[in-house]
């Protein structure tokens, strides 16, 4: 396994803690600090999302 594959699936596996911490936290606590904490995590969930995009062009062959 090269080492940008492990790279993907630990990003991926943030966004998907981040967001389920995110519905986790909107279903459980309904104050303002809750709803506060739920977009934080999905703001960094988003930005995680938008990092995994750049990844693609690594580990190519670079072009010609």
């Given at each position: 396994?090269?080492?940008?594959?492990?790279?993907?699936?630990?990003?991926?596996?943030?966004?998907?803690?981040?967001?389920?911490?995110?519905?986790?936290?909107?279903?459980?606590?309904?104050?303002?600090?809750?709803?506060?904490?739920a977009v934080v995590a999905l703001a960094v969930?988003?930005?995680?999302?938008?990092?995994?995009?750049?990844?693609?062009?690594?580990?190519?062959?670079?072009?010609?």
């Amino acid at each position: 396994m090269k080492l940008i594959t492990a790279h993907r699936i630990l990003i991926g596996a943030g966004i998907a803690f981040f967001v389920f911490y995110a519905a986790i936290v909107l279903v459980r606590d309904h104050t303002p600090a809750g709803l506060a904490q739920a977009v934080v995590a999905l703001a960094v969930a988003v930005g995680l999302i938008l990092y995994y995009r750049t990844l693609k062009r690594w580990g190519s062959p670079p072009p010609s």
